[in-house]
């Protein structure tokens, strides 16, 4: 869920792939004696907490609530208990896209694209230079587009990414 309010597509993914690949699942209880119906409760429990998740992560309410209502609209109308676990999974990676691209929304193609740069390069060393490169800009010009869109250098965004992930992972 912090995953989903962090817009963090990428890391998200790579996480459902890890924990698909454990094979040992915690039980989390049973909702009905029915395979189906069980699974449908644990579905629309996800939607909500994805929903939730959203929210906390800047996606505005009447978004969120639109999304979650047509995922569970989904959900209830599955009649393969095995097809519901790839509706999930879809749950969670859309409420993470669209936290994802709501906050890259009112962003000018130059800065949205430094900022998915930054996403791809996370782990490495970023100069103004080498984004001057991808967006074909001056460093000068870049830097004082950021100001103007997000209230800070390209550097300094740079910099306050780096410390949010760093806490995620401090944390998880």
């Given amino acids: 869920m ?8 990428q890391l998200l993914e790579a996480r459902l792939q890890q924990n698909e690949q454990i094979e040992e699942r915690v039980d989390l209880g ?3 004696e ?6 449908k409760y644990m579905g629309v429990i996800m939607a909500a907490m994805a929903c939730r998740a959203a929210i906390d992560g800047g996606l505005p309410e009447h978004i969120a609530f639109n999304l979650s209502d047509a995922f569970i609209r989904e959900i209830d109308s599955m009649k393969d208990p095995g097809q ?17 691209n709501n906050r890259f929304m009112n962003l000018s193609a130059p800065v949205k694209q430094c900022c998915e740069y930054f996403y791809v390069k996370m782990h490495n060393t970023v100069t103004l230079e080498e984004l001057s490169n991808v967006c074909h800009l001056s460093p000068n010009y870049i830097s004082d587009l950021f100001r103007k869109e997000l209230g800070m250098g390209a550097m300094q965004y740079f910099q306050k990414e780096k410390l949010r992930m760093a806490c995620y992972f401090l944390e998880h």
């Fill in 34 to 39: 029915d395979d189906l119906t069980h699974s």
């Fill in 30 to 32: 049973r909702l009905s």
């Fill in 2 to 9: 912090k995953l989903i309010s962090m817009g963090d597509v």
């Fill in 84 to 100: 519901l676990n790839t509706l999930i999974y879809n749950v969670i990676i859309e409420n993470c896209r669209a936290v994802h």
